[in-house]
């Protein structure tokens, strides 16, 4: 039994799926927000009428929700309808959310980035952030969800990412007949990560997840780090066989549910004007190969190891010298965070040595584009003879996904362990250590000298697995894992 399309639904996250802000001519615009989760999520809010809670993340965002009291907007992106509810938060008590909590301090745990020797250093300042940032933004936010569930009877709620890990205690605590739901996009990291908080910040984060009747992550080693972590850390009761725990509050599931890509945008980018005037370009002044990545220039995308490995390539093999050009598209994030400016720095020098010592007067080895252009990506992901993604911990990583679905040259997939998607992907991939340089810069001379036949066993391999799943699938599993929790209820 899955969810009644009629069943009162309400989506929850951090950035929601419309953003408002003022044009150059004062004009008020209306974007979709970044990121795969409003595209992942538009089927769900299409066939269920749902209502999509979210921080105003604008100065034109807080307008809106003013100039409506306080209620739902209904807005139409890309031909799909939205309830929308922005939240408005103290501006201060945001940033400390944000940028002290969610950014670096949780995202850094769940990717290992932390330099321990080094950081983090827990002082005043980050107590003072978790408790009069992030404990106040996931107060305002499950105030709000619960006003807006005052009236409904065992009301869904699907809670998303790292930002609102403490939400699902407090909607619990007001409602305890919601069905809550949380999905974590970004990796679970093993226990020993989480000493670094301080034990009482550390357990509010596992019981406020525990309030959940469901926790999805993308990959089964996920689940079961938090079991894990569950279990050491807060010593509760886990079945690992099951994926379940047993906590003071009651039973919660922990379950995979892989998420796949929108093959219907990329087909639509595919076929647009401007990616095929970009393929022109590209076709014209490509050299013999192309390596290719497609990344925010985020610390966890290892940027920077993949640029030495193709350093030592080019060392390693100057049979390849003006023969080969590696393009990286890289998105500027988070450069309010020092950490971001300091790593985005550091690449553009990288990048500067590389092409010194290797490049010739009409051959520059490395193309770095720091902005973001989906059509752009989607010409090169056709045209690309290697896809190089080597983070060093991704919660699954779509770009994975994408270029194989529409590259026409069989292009060969270099792939990081300890991404999500390859627990999917494994088998046709190019598996590396995200840590071994001189492995990423072998895997290169592999890729770029495999076989026609290998080439192609492997990018049919990898078309046929990403194919068999879309995002619909991902919703509908967890759907029917909600039906299966409402039917274990009405049983009691």
């Not at 919660?252 to 022109?280: C, F, G, N, Q, W």
């Not at 994030?333 to 590389?354: G, K, M, T, W």
């Not at 792939?415 to 190019?430: I, M, P, R, V």
């Amino acid at each position: 039994m899955g969810v009644d399309a009629q069943q009162p639904l309400i989506i929850v996250s951090n950035r929601g799926p419309a953003q408002f802000d003022r044009g150059p001519d004062g004009e008020r615009t209306l974007s979709r927000g970044g990121g795969g989760l409003v595209t992942a999520l538009s089927g769900l809010v299409k066939d269920r009428h749902a209502l999509w809670i979210a921080s105003a993340m604008t100065d034109e965002d807080v307008a809106v929700t003013e100039e409506n009291q306080g209620r739902p907007i209904d807005v139409n992106l890309n031909g799909v309808d939205y309830r929308v509810l922005m939240v408005e938060s103290d501006q201060a008590a945001y940033d400390r959310f944000y940028n002290v909590i969610a950014n670096p301090i949780l995202w850094f745990i769940q990717h290992y980035l932390w330099d321990l020797s080094n950081a983090p250093d827990i002082r005043r300042d980050e107590i003072e952030a978790w408790y009069e940032g992030y404990e106040v933004v996931n107060e305002d936010i499950a105030n709000c969800v619960i006003s807006q569930i005052e009236d409904r009877e065992d009301p869904l709620v699907m809670l998303h990412d790292y930002h609102l890990y403490t939400t699902p205690a407090k909607i619990r605590a007001a409602r305890p007949d919601a069905l809550l739901h949380h999905f974590v996009h970004i990796p679970w990291t093993q226990p020993d990560s989480w000493r670094v908080l301080p034990t009482p910040i550390r357990e509010a984060i596992f019981n406020g997840l525990l309030a959940n009747d469901i926790i999805g992550f993308h990959t089964h080693s996920y689940c079961t780090n938090f079991l894990a972590c569950c279990q050491r850390l807060m010593g509760y009761e886990v079945d690992f066989d099951d994926l379940t725990v047993l906590h003071p509050g009651g039973r919660t599931m922990v379950r995979a549910y892989p998420l796949s890509i929108d093959s219907d945008r990329l087909e639509r980018a595919v076929h647009s004007e401007r990616v095929a005037e970009i393929e022109k370009e590209i076709l014209a002044r490509r050299r013999e190969h192309l390596i290719l990545r497609v990344d925010r220039a985020d610390l966890s995308k290892n940027v920077l190891r993949g640029f030495t490995a193709f350093d030592t390539f080019l060392t390693d093999h100057p049979e390849f010298r003006e023969k080969v050009t590696f393009v990286a598209h890289l998105q500027p994030s988070r450069q309010d965070v020092p950490e971001y400016r300091e790593y985005l720095e550091r690449i553009e020098a990288l990048v500067a040595v590389v092409n010194h010592r290797h490049g010739t007067t009409d051959w520059m080895p490395i193309d770095l584009r720091i902005y973001d252009d989906f059509d752009e990506a989607v010409a090169r992901y056709k045209h690309c003879d290697l896809l190089m993604v080597n983070a060093i911990f991704d919660g699954m990583n779509l770009v994975a996904k994408e270029a194989p679905v529409i590259n026409v040259r069989d292009g060969v997939l270099m792939l990081s362990e300890n991404t999500g998607s390859h627990e999917e992907l494994k088998e046709f991939a190019l598996t590396v250590n995200p840590f071994d340089i001189q492995e990423q810069a072998d895997v290169i001379y592999r890729a770029l000298t495999m076989s026609p036949e290998e080439r192609r066993e492997r990018a049919e391999g990898l078309k046929e697995i990403i194919h068999s799943r879309t995002p619909a699938d991902w919703i509908e599993d967890q759907v029917g894992d909600i039906g299966l929790v409402r039917q274990d209820r009405e049983r009691v």
